[in-house]
């Protein structure tokens, strides 16, 4: 196979598919990235047996400047293609494979060999269903995927928790991940047709999730279809394939407190930089563990009983209402609940020191579906 390319473009897309490249593998090939050159362009491909990214390089872009010679397969080293295309000279890049699958890359003055394998070794992708695909609203599924994402787990003792859930409902999509110490939930809405009903519920790796929200641009057209236990994502020339988790997902929705004892109205941004003060002490202490008092128009975080210091600071708050209260929390995992929300007012209901906190935005949302909650389990210090 023989082609030359513009080197920007090309290296734009090698970076994509290389997300999928695994640091660790016992299957030799899938270090490589595959390229098949056919008459229409060149389709490059990364995978980890589980995640696997498809870019495809047109001879009608205009900006790729792709001229193809020959057609053919071949797998090459990624990460040594990358750095090599990366540092060619000249903004153009030609590759030649000779029948013994080694491949001369050269740009301007600078030639370079590598042997590669036959493109036919690789493993196939599964084929796509574009019946029953979804058309996501690509920004705000980007923003679900970040408001979620942190708090699936990282143990691999349950694999079910290390995903995020998605629950197709009517006109609306839930998105669900826990740890079993905290839960973070959003909804947003989806304008679906009847028929399109490709699930009812399924969990992603967070790994795919974290890939996608990387490098799917904020105004590309977003679909989703599922098969064969696979997901799979579409946007510009780009297939992101990955396999979904096995086994049930806990019925989080049984977790979600309905009656509330206490109630704390706080400035999202404010609360998170006291928390992280207070966390300064609460990291050098065996337990990581933070305080906060509601009692008699006061609010106090504190880190009490470390071998190293005490800290204590009085919060401002727009409103406390409810029963006096003390409970305890890992600051870590209410930074990133904080986080998830941005700058802007969250009611955090309480209704014992050993029942999870719920927090969520004070303004609700005009449209329906479309809220984000987080819950968070205390620590007992008794």
């Given amino acids: ?89 000249t903004d153009e890049v030609e590759i030649d494979v000779d029948e013994r699958f080694t491949a001369t890359i050269t740009s301007g003055n600078a030639e370079f060999q590598i042997i590669g394998i036959n493109g036919n070794e690789y493993p196939r992708l599964p084929e796509i269903d574009i019946e029953n695909q979804i058309v996501l609203p690509t920004l705000t599924f980007k923003k679900m995927i970040n408001q979620t994402i942190f708090a699936a787990s990282n143990q691999e003792s349950r694999p079910v928790l290390t995903g995020i859930h998605l629950v197709l409902g009517e006109n609306f999509l839930t998105a669900v991940a826990t740890d079993s110490h905290r839960l973070s939930q959003r909804q947003i809405p989806l304008q679906l047709e009847k028929e399109q009903t490709c699930f009812e519920a399924i969990t992603i790796p967070k790994k795919t999730m974290s890939e996608l929200a990387k490098i799917v641009p904020d105004e590309s057209e977003l679909t989703m279809s599922v098969a064969n236990q696979q997901i799979i994502f579409h946007f510009d020339q780009i ?42 002490l609460s990291h050098e202490g065996k337990n990581n563990i933070v305080h906060l008092e509601i009692d008699n128009n006061k609010v106090e975080l504190s880190v009490k009983g470390n071998e190293i210091g005490n800290v204590a600071e009085e919060i401002n708050y727009e409103s406390a209402d409810g029963e006096a209260l003390k409970i305890s929390f890992n ?43 987080q819950l968070l389990t205390p620590v007992r210090t008794h």
């Fill in 1 to 89: 196979m023989k082609f030359t390319i513009n080197r920007t473009i090309f290296t734009q897309q090698i970076n994509n598919v290389q997300r999928a490249i695994p640091s660790k593998t016992t299957i030799n090939i899938l270090y490589g990235i595959k390229l098949a050159v056919s008459e229409q362009g060149i389709t490059l491909i990364g995978s980890d047996a589980d995640i696997s990214i498809e870019s495809f390089i047109a001879t009608s872009d205009d900006i790729a400047k792709l001229n193809i010679e020959k057609t053919g397969e071949i797998v090459l080293p990624a990460r040594l293609l990358s750095e090599i295309v990366k540092k060619l000279p």
């Fill in 239 to 280: 297939t992101i394939y990955s396999r979904l988790l096995e086994g049930n997902y806990p019925a989080t929705d049984r977790l979600i407190p309905t009656t509330t004892e206490t109630e704390l109205v706080v400035n999202a941004s404010d609360f998170l930089q006291a928390i992280d003060r207070a966390s300064l």
């Fill in 331 to 373: 600051p870590d995992y209410m930074k990133d609940a904080l986080r998830s929300f941005g700058d802007i007012l969250v009611k955090i209901q309480f209704n014992s020191p050993v029942r999870p906190m719920l927090l969520s935005s004070l303004e609700k949302n005009e449209s329906a579906h479309n809220e984000l909650i």
